[in-house]
Every structure is written in structure tokens, then in C-alpha cells.
């Protein structure tokens, strides 16, 4: 078990630079999951840290060790790839024993934690076959095996579930956290799923462009994101965001089409903003405050009810968890509760506490 | 499928085999020939048309071959020769091949592009300069100096790289650096045995090459002990006038290991080519 630290981290592949600057600590034995778009150098992260690019300018740091030139043989660090980069001439035995036996470890030993290791993973009756005898599955239970025997100070994941089913990938989320609560080993795990950052990280880094946008407990980014893109990544259907103008002193802030909401603690702001509202947010109930939609589409799935909305030229996502009787074209007033609202900057995107 | 189009497509198959058979036969027949010569009389190599099977089956031409000829010398030296290029090509092609495929610096494209060039310089051109070089190092007549030209072939390292990029991911060697393998070991334990069908295919072909090869040979051979067989058979023609019936049963006898080392490997041969790649 051990801590990682990344330090003021920039990484450029020839002239364009695509990580800018990025710092966070993880303690030991936490679950940390690196989330944002595709491209926004979450792999690239990985990647550092495993040994396998240089850094450009910055520092890792493993229990307070900086890392920097020491080669990825000596890192101590398992990596499970998305494809999962199984050696295809080797069984699954012989995958998951392949660092031991590096490691000069005896074949009794060899066999005896693999052998443990499969057990744990319900891969033990496969240890003979070949990759490619493997289903998807069974393959990603094989490259996260290879990486527990080991032992490691640091477990690596890129995408580790995103070539299973649906099904599957739900299955492997929970399996994976029981494992880290088993292992207690300190985690990176890499997805563009936000969900998947949710259910099983300690903590969440959201990243976009090369920059990271904000560090926290996932509920912490749920309730309190800092800016207009963290609030819209994290939490599905995305937070509707609506444009809204107010004049200082006023509390008053008009929509396009007219509607309003006055909003005393913000009275002292002035210009052009976003007010976030997430669709679970809306409620049926009349309340003191509302927005008044026009329903375009009505899906409902038993457990809740989605509305696809209209309000002015805005589109607006609601998630019901009652049952919901109206057709498309009606127009509907839903309330919220001026604590769930979000206020960002227009222009920034930067969120406004009161 | 209808009957007909049945019908017509095994016509059109019988016709295919036909085709086959007989352009099989063309392709056999001058061998065919050549080992039934072999054992034919003098007298009987003569006579038009040529018959197939002797009438008059003799050992006397092999039995002659090999008391008045070194030939299982001259076996020996080409079988040598072979294996030793087979073995030098292999190891420079796989390495080279390797590196070129996946440590990607301008420098070693550079290289690589060069060694490519290569290829489209017959070797006849530098074949005399080089014979030079190796009179100055006093390796005519042997082994070493017959190897000279033999030791890295563009084409095996073309088609090592093409089977490397085929079959061998990034993330493959990258895993493996992660659980701790330097890179010799990632070479000799992971990419070796991933390309054991195109190796199979290049020791094939580099084998043969340095087998059937004549023109080197004969310029730094100038000893008969020294001779390979290519070599060796050539000069039945001048030194002992053309004696068709010693010069068949030589060619026969000496045909034996190749169509052997070819029937061993014939598969991974096949295979290795077909990985080669143009597949994907
Ligand atoms: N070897 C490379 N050479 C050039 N650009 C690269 C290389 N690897 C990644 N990039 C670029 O760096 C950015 C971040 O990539 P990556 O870390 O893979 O993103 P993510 O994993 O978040 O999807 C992308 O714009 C990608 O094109
Ligand atoms: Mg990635």
C-alpha cells in the first residue's frame, strides 16, 4: 500500500502539449477514479505513472519518493489495459504468474498465488486455457488477476470494463470495490463513465482538456460542483442549464421567455448566468417556485418517468419519480427547491455561492 | 442451389482439376525426368522419345558419382553454408525487424529505408568489390567468406516488421515492461513466439536462397573441397564434358535434403506467408 502524488504534471507529445499542470494526492489505500471526456489525457496520466511515457515537467511521487526516472520494471505498479493485453501464447496461468516468475519467485509459490488469486476471481478452472479460448469476461477477470498476484504498491485500471456488456460491467463495478476493500491496495481508475467514477471511487478527479476541474467525494461533485462543465458531467440525465439575466439589487432573474424566479441572496449580481437544475430536482407538487414547460415526450420506464420539456428555446430534462399522467403538447408547471438551484457565471461557467 | 448451377459448378471444378493435373505434370515432368536419368545407361538417355521409367534400371551412375566426386562435401559445405545464413538471417531479420517496427526514432527509419534500398541493387553489381574485400581477408574458400553476403536480408527484416506490426500490440510489450521484464526478455518471451510462423517461413526461405545460390559461390570457391553443390554440379559440365547421365543422378541425389527440409516445413511455411500479411 502506498500514496501517490502527482505534482504540478505537464506532458507534451512534440509541440502540443496535453496535460497542463495537473496536481493531486491520493492516500493510501484509496479508490481514486480519474473521469472526463475522451482525449482529456486520463490514459496520459496512467501512462506517467506506469513509466511507460517521460514526464515533461513536474513530479510523481510514490510514498514520497519522486518517481520520475525510475524505469517501469521498477515501479511496482500492476496496470490493467482496456484491452486487456493478454500474452496470447501464454495460459491463464502462466499470464497471471508472468511477473512472479520475474521475480524469481519459486514455481511452488508461483502456482500456489495464482491458483489463490483465481479462486478469489472465479477463474480457477480456467488456468489452462489460452486468451483467446477466454470470453470478454473472462479475459478482464484474467488481466485484473494478473495484476492482484503481483501485489503491487499501486493498481493501475484504463478503462478496465468498458469492452463488456452492460450487464457485465455492472456486475464487475461491484465486484471490483469488494475487492479494493479486500485488498485495500491504492487505486487510479480510469473511465469516461461518470457513473462508474461515482458508484466505486473514494474520491473523483473530473479532468477536461489537459486541466483538472475538480477534486472531491462524489457526492461532493454532485451537490457542490465548482463550474458549469463539472456539474454537467457528473450525474445522468445531465443538470439542465438555463440562461438567465438580472440587473444588481434586483433578485430577479428572467428567463428568455419571460418566466422568472426571484432569488433573494443573489440580489447583489449582475449580468448573464446559468441557473442549474438537475432533472431529478423538479418535483409534480405545485411549490412556491416553478417553471412552467411544455412537454414534448413522456417515457416512463416504472421506477420513474422521464419528460423530454420545452421551456422558451430551451430544452429541459425532468426525471419523476412518481408516476405522471399528461400528454405531449400540455403545458405543466413543476416546482424545485431553491436549494438544489445552481448559479454559474455565463461566461466562465465558474459556480456562484451565495 | 438449383440443380443445374450444382451441375455446372462441379464441371466447372472438374475442368479446374484438370487444369491443375496437367499443369502439375508440366512442373513435375523435367524433374521427373532428370531422377529417372539418373538411373538410365548412357546409351538409354539418348534414345527420343525419352522414356520415364528405365528399362534397364542401373546404380552404376550414383555409385560412380560418389566415388569420383566429394559429394557428400559438397552436400555438407552447402548444407552448412545454408543453416549458418538460415540461422544469421533469422536472428538479424527478427531483431532488426522488431526494433524497426516498434522503436520509432527518425534515425532508425532512416536506416531501415536504406536497408530497403538495398533490395534493389542486384547483388551481382557489388558482388566483385565485395569478393575483393573478402580476398583481403583472406577468406576465400571458406565458409566465413562465403557467409559474408548472406548474413541480413532485406526482405526478412520487411517481412519481420509487417508481422510485428500485425501481431504485436504496444500494449503487449507495455504490460509486460509494467510487470517487471526488461527488454531482451520481452524480445525472446513475447515477440519471438508470436512470430513463430513468419520465422518458420523466413528460415525457409533463407535457407533455400543460400542453397540454390550460384554466382557468390563460384567466385570465392576456387577450391574443390570448398565447393558447394550448386557449384560442384556446374563444373560436371566442363571438367568431366557433359556426362548427363553422372550430372542426373548427382542432381537427384542432392535434390533429396531440400525436398526433405521443404516437406518438414512446408507447413509453417505456408502459414508464415499467409501471416506475412496482407491480412487484416
Ligand atoms: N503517443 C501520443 N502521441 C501524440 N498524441 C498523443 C499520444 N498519446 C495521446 N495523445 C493525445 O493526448 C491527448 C490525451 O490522450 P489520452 O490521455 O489518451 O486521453 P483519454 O485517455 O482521456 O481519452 C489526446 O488528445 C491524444 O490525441
Ligand atoms: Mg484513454
Redesign the interface.
Known amino acids: 500500500m502506498s500514496s501517490v502524488e502527482i505534482r504540478n504534471l505537464r506532458k507534451s507529445f512534440g509541440p502540443t502539449e496535453v496535460l497542463h499542470g495537473v496536481s493531486f494526492t491520493i492516500p493510501d489505500g484509496a479508490f481514486v477514479a480519474l473521469v472526463g471526456p475522451s482525449g482529456c489525457g486520463k490514459s496520459t496520466i496512467l501512462?506517467l505513472l506506469?513509466?511507460?511515457e517521460e514526464v515533461s515537467d513536474g513530479e510523481l511521487l510514490i510514498d514520497d519518493r519522486v518517481i520520475n526516472d525510475v524505469e517501469?520494471?521498477?515501479?511496482d505498479?500492476?496496470?490493467v489495459?482496456q484491452?486487456y493485453?493478454l500474452?496470447?501464447?501464454m495460459t491463464v496461468a502462466e499470464n497471471m504468474g508472468?511477473?512472479l516468475r520475474?521475480?524469481k519467485r519459486s514455481k511452488a509459490d508461483i502456482t500456489a498465488a495464482v491458483k489463490n488469486v483465481a479462486e478469489v476471481l472465479g477463474i480457477g478452472e480456467l488456468l489452462d486455457r489460452l486468451p483467446k479460448q477466454l470470453s470478454g469476461g473472462q479475459r478482464q477477470r484474467v488481466a485484473m488477476g494478473?495484476a492482484i498476484v503481483?501485489q503491487p504498491k499501486v493498481f493501475l485500471f484504463d478503462e478496465p470494463l468498458s469492452n463488456l456488456d452492460a450487464k457485465l460491467r455492472v456486475q464487475m463495478r461491484a465486484e471490483l470495490k469488494a475487492l479494493h476493500s479486500r485488498l485495500q491496495t491504492t487505486t487510479i481508475y480510469v473511465t469516461h463513465d461518470q457513473i462508474e467514477a461515482m458508484t466505486m471511487a473514494d474520491i473523483v478527479v473530473v479532468m477536461r482538456d489537459g486541466f483538472i476541474e475538480q477534486i472531491g467525494r462524489p457526492l461532493d461533485l454532485y451537490d457542490n460542483p465548482k463550474n458549469s462543465f463539472v456539474a454537467g458531467f457528473i450525474g445522468s440525465p445531465a443538470m439542465n442549464f438555463l440562461p438567465v439575466t438580472t440587473e444588481a439589487g434586483s433578485a430577479t432573474f428572467s428567463f428568455g421567455d419571460g418566466q422568472s424566479l426571484s432569488l433573494a441572496k443573489f440580489k447583489h449580481l449582475q449580468g448573464e448566468f446559468l441557473i442549474g437544475i438537475r432533472p431529478e430536482h423538479f418535483q409534480q407538487q405545485k411549490t412556491r417556485n416553478g417553471l412552467s414547460v411544455t412537454i414534448e415526450s413522456i417515457e416512463q420506464t416504472g421506477a420513474e418517468t422521464l419528460l423530454q420539456c420545452q421551456s422558451g428555446d430551451q430544452k429541459v430534462v425532468i426525471v419523476l419519480h412518481d408516476r405522471f399522467a399528461a400528454s405531449p403538447g400540455e403545458e405543466y408547471r413543476f416546482g424545485f427547491d431553491l436549494a438544489d438551484l445552481h448559479l454559474f457565471e455565463a461566461e466562465s461557467g465558474k459556480a456562484i455561492s451565495s | 442451389m438449383t440443380v443445374s448451377s450444382n451441375t455446372r459448378s462441379r464441371r466447372k471444378n472438374l475442368l479446374l482439376d484438370i487444369m491443375l493435373f496437367v499443369i502439375c505434370v508440366l512442373l513435375l515432368m523435367p524433374l521427373l525426368l532428370l531422377i529417372a536419368n539418373g538411373f538410365k545407361t548412357p546409351q538409354e538417355i539418348l534414345v527420343w522419345p525419352p522414356t520415364i521409367l528405365p528399362k534397364d534400371p542401373t546404380l552404376e551412375n550414383f555409385h560412380r558419382v560418389f566415388s569420383e566426386t566429394p559429394l557428400f562435401r559438397w552436400i555438407f559445405n552447402s548444407l552448412s553454408f545454408a543453416l549458418l545464413s538460415m540461422i544469421a538471417i533469422v536472428i538479424t531479420s527478427t531483431l532488426a525487424g522488431y526494433v524497426v517496427a516498434k522503436f520509432q526514432f527518425w534515425t532508425i527509419n532512416v536506416i531501415f529505408t536504406l536497408f530497403l534500398a538495398t533490395a534493389i541493387i542486384p547483388f551481382e553489381v557489388y558482388m566483385i568489390p565485395l569478393y575483393f574485400q573478402v580476398k583481403a581477408l583472406g577468406a576465400l574458400n571458406s565458409i566465413g567468406g562465403l557467409l559474408i553476403g548472406y548474413l541480413v536480408m532485406s526482405f526478412g527484416i520487411f517481412l519481420i516488421r509487417q508481422n510485428v506490426i500485425a501481431a504485436v500490440?504496444d500494449?503487449?510489450i507495455?504490460?509486460?515492461?509494467?510487470?517487471?521484464?526488461?527488454e531482451f526478455?520481452i524480445f525472446w518471451h513475447?515477440v519471438v513466439?508470436?512470430l513463430k510462423g513468419p520465422i518458420a517461413a523466413l528460415s525457409v526461405l533463407a535457407f533455400f536462397q543460400a542453397w540454390t545460390t550460384f554466382a557468390w559461390p563460384i567466385v570465392v570457391l576456387t577450391r574443390k573441397t570448398a565447393f558447394t553443390i550448386e557449384v560442384g554440379l556446374a563444373n560436371f559440365q566442363s571438367a568431366y564434358t557433359v556426362d548427363l547421365a553422372l550430372l542426373s543422378a548427382a542432381s537427384a541425389a542432392v535434390m533429396v535434403p531440400s525436398v526433405l527440409v521443404f516437406v518438414l516445413l512446408r507447413r509453417s511455411f505456408v502459414e508464415g506467408i499467409a501471416a506475412s500479411g496482407m491480412k487484416e
Not at chain 1, 517501469?72 to 515501479?75: E, G
Not at chain 2, 507495455?174 to 526488461?182: C, F, L, S, T, W
Open positions: 501512462r506506469a513509466g511507460l517501469a520494471k521498477n515501479r505498479i500492476a496496470m489495459f484491452n493485453a500474452y496470447p501464447h508472468f511477473s520475474l521475480m494478473r503481483r | 500490440p500494449e503487449l507495455e504490460a509486460a515492461r509494467i510487470d517487471g521484464a526488461g526478455w513475447i513466439p508470436l
